[in-house]
């Protein structure tokens, strides 16, 4: 069964810090998510990462892939209050495998 | 373009009645996922429909059924509710085969069940 963890649990980092998300999981996986979501609201897709050494970034997000060591990164460079809410990553064990099985999200808090 | 839609946006039920939720597809996609979101938690797959079938499952009961509809819409029906129901309910949408593509949610139908 494919297990996906992620830390820290929660985060309160100031603004114009820089920060990592980590999420590990168990198995063999082809595709890797990211998502946000704000209080009350539904999942923002931001990042898909394909392929081992994939990296991807937008804005002051930037998220890498190494499926050989069965990890993605979220790094967060230089934050600022709106980057405030649950980050989650997600994993799908094969192309064509629609199960994602999500993170336990890391809730990130930026204080001014 | 409309996204993802899903109908209603709250609802309030008692233990042992059954509830329809309903979600239309962005446009052009062709498979439709639903997932539960307990709080606090994360998003977790319950099933995914394409053509007009259940093509994969995930650890949930039997109480928990769906449907896909020709026009890609569908519906996630679940009987006997449970207090353990009340979650955040999601539907996601995407084209089948298009893997390097963002997988697109709804903004979810929240159930209370009292």
């Known amino acids: 069964e494919l297990k996906v963890e992620q830390n820290p649990l929660f985060l309160s980092m100031q603004e114009g810090k820089n920060y990592t998300i980590y999420c590990n999981y168990s198995?063999?996986?082809?595709?890797l998510y990211w998502y946000r979501q704000d209080p009350g609201k539904s999942l923002e897709s931001l990042f898909v990462?394909?392929?081992?050494?994939a990296v991807k970034q937008e804005g002051r997000l930037m998220a890498s892939l190494d499926t050989k060591a069965r990890l993605s990164t979220l790094h967060i460079t230089a934050a600022v209050h709106d980057l405030s809410a649950t980050y989650f990553c997600a994993v799908a064990p094969r192309f064509g495998n629609e199960k994602l099985t999500f993170g336990t999200g890391t809730r990130l808090t930026i204080i001014p | 373009d409309a996204g993802v839609t899903q109908s209603p946006t709250h609802l309030i039920k008692t233990r042992g009645q059954q509830v329809t939720l309903r979600c239309s597809p962005k446009s052009g996609h062709d498979t439709v996922s639903w997932y539960q979101q307990a709080l606090g938690q994360g998003p977790q797959f319950i099933f995914q429909?394409?053509?007009?079938?259940?093509?994969q499952r995930g650890n949930f009961p039997d109480r928990f059924s769906g449907h896909q509809f020709p026009n890609y819409s569908s519906e996630l029906n679940v009987n006997a509710l449970l207090l353990g129901d009340s979650a955040l309910y999601l539907c996601?949408?995407?084209?089948?085969?298009?893997?390097?593509?963002?997988?697109?949610f709804g903004s979810g139908t929240q159930l209370s069940v009292l």
């Open positions: 198995t063999t996986s082809d595709r």
């Open positions: 990462l394909l392929s081992n050494g």
């Open positions: 996601a949408s995407r084209v089948l085969g298009r893997d390097d593509e963002k997988l697109f």
């Open positions: 429909y394409y053509e007009e079938e259940e093509r």
